[in-house]
């Protein structure tokens, strides 16, 4: 760099670079500064972004005299600043008595809420602060009950696994349905493909689907002791399941759009970190032979960047890295925490890859993951 001769001129590049320097740094919040935004940090559960990165959603549950009012739960949005700071909190009180699952809607303006065992869908709007029912099971009316803890996002849409009943009570096949904020009842839910048949044949021990016409699964058969069968089933395109690799134990798993993050451990008790593509059908090695696994596994929403913590001997902390495909999903410390172990947590990482955030015991932690 240059020297700088203007005294004015030397300030405003000071002033730059230490602003520069802020925003690349973490930013930790301990508990007694929550408490000063009313959350309790031993009781809040973290929901994870907006789609844009700009807040954070948690939820807690909310008073005794509240919860017999019927407001079972207080939810957060936490602004952020552009450094990750706390700029701002609102609190919102929620009409319902169990908060089983929850996602944004995709233009951030309302939550969808799952509860009674998938058979209420409760819209809330960030707006207003007001609640309606999106969905209810009515006796002697049609509708549709989801697995409580299966909403997804694919390309702008909002789609759920579980299965449609008639007025007489009667139920459908397992299907996955897309779900439109914008309606109401049974009209809110379209069938997209029916996926119990498959799913009773695998008889897998984890899944997930990634978009509304593709899964991934592990199904460990009978016949084969210590054997982990990784399928992918993607119902335009294969009739049935397709295997992609088998190991003796899946460790974990978690997948966005057509790719699939696993932890595998081989018949040498040795780990594989593996990113599978199901449209390209290639496996990519992160990790391979490792005595260490590892483990707390995300993707962006995109796909694009995996996010992950190591599993070596560390007392309530963690390494926490990532790769992502413009690097050729090579694996690196998160930017922010320079290669330190952090306090091991609950971790979401936003929809771009690039911010992250840690729920421990010891605070709330948001992160740049990327420099």
Known sequence: MKKQFVTAALLLSCTLLTAQAVQAEENFVNPTK?????????????????????????????TPKKKLEGLGFKLFIVNLSPGN??????????PVTKW???????????????????????????????????????????????????????????FCTGYFHNEEGLCDVDCNATLDPTKEGVAAFHRVYDVQGMMVKMSPKAW?????????????????????????????????????????????????QDRLLYTMQREDNTFDLV????????????????????????????????????????????????????NGWKITPVADFHGQAKPFGEIRISDDGRKMVIKSKQGLTVANVKE
């Not at 929550?34 to 909310?62: C, R, V, W």
């Not at 119902?235 to 966005?256: C, H, N, Q, R």
């Open 34 to 62: 929550l408490k000063s935004y009313g959350i309790d940090a031993e009781k809040y559960f973290l929901t994870g972004f907006s789609h844009d990165g700009s807040f954070i959603m948690l939820y807690q549950p909310n």
């Open 85 to 94: 700071n706390i700029e701002s909190v609102k609190e919102y009180e929620v």
């Open 100 to 158: 089983e699952y929850s996602m944004l809607t995709p233009d951030q303006k309302d939550i969808i809420i799952v509860t009674k065992a998938g058979a209420t869908f409760v819209k809330f709007n960030l707006e207003t602060g007001k609640s309606t029912i999106l969905h209810e099971n009515i006796l002697g009316q049609p509708g549709f009950r989801a697995y409580p803890q299966v909403l997804h996002y694919d390309n702008g849409e909002i």
């Open 208 to 256: 997930t689907f990634t978009k509304k016409d593709m899964g991934f699964f592990c199904s460990e058969p009978e016949n084969y002791k210590d054997t982990s069968l990784m399928l992918e089933w993607n119902p335009p395109e294969m009739s049935k399941p397709k295997i992609f690799d088998v190991g003796k134990t899946l460790y974990a798993m978690w997948g966005a």
């Open 275 to 326: 990113l599978y593509d199901g449209k390209t059908l290639k496996k990519t090695f992160l990790d391979k032979g490792n005595k260490d696994m590892y483990f707390n596994l995300f993707m962006s929403a995109d796909g694009k960047t995996a996010l992950f913590t190591d599993t070596k001997n560390r007392v309530k902390r963690a390494g926490y890295f990532y790769a992502d495909e413009a």
